[in-house]
């Protein structure tokens, strides 16, 4: 089971090794995809998590669909997730820190 340490902890230790920009996914178990900007704030059961919209956002209509605040910042859903509801979580890099070859060594 997912738990607290796993979304509070692991993910940014997951995501600082792989370096470069990452993205995170949490899949739930209804089936839904929640595409994680961040964490707000850990609580023992649940945790509230600042979210990006679910269809791909046009540059030129970011401030249709994803208001500012007063002080010019951008303002994200927020929702407030149960680690229970949570299947399992993607951390891709989407663009490597460093460089690999795949294949086997010979």
């Known amino acids: 089971m997912i738990d ?55 540059p030129n209509k970011l401030d249709e669909k994803i208001s500012k605040n007063e002080s010019g910042q951008r303002v994200f859903d927020r929702l407030i997730v149960s680690y229970q509801a949570i299947s399992y979580i993607r951390v891709s890099a989407s663009k490597p820190a460093m460089s690999a070859s795949l294949g086997f060594a010979g």
């Not at 995501?15 to 994680?36: I, K, R, T």
């Open 4 to 58: 607290r340490v796993a979304v509070e902890a692991l993910v940014k230790k997951q995501a600082n090794e792989m370096g470069g920009s990452v993205s995170v996914e949490l899949h739930l178990f209804n089936g839904e995809v929640l595409f994680l900007r961040g964490g707000i704030e850990y609580f023992d059961v649940y945790f509230v998590a600042e979210i990006f919209p679910s269809e791909p956002l046009n």
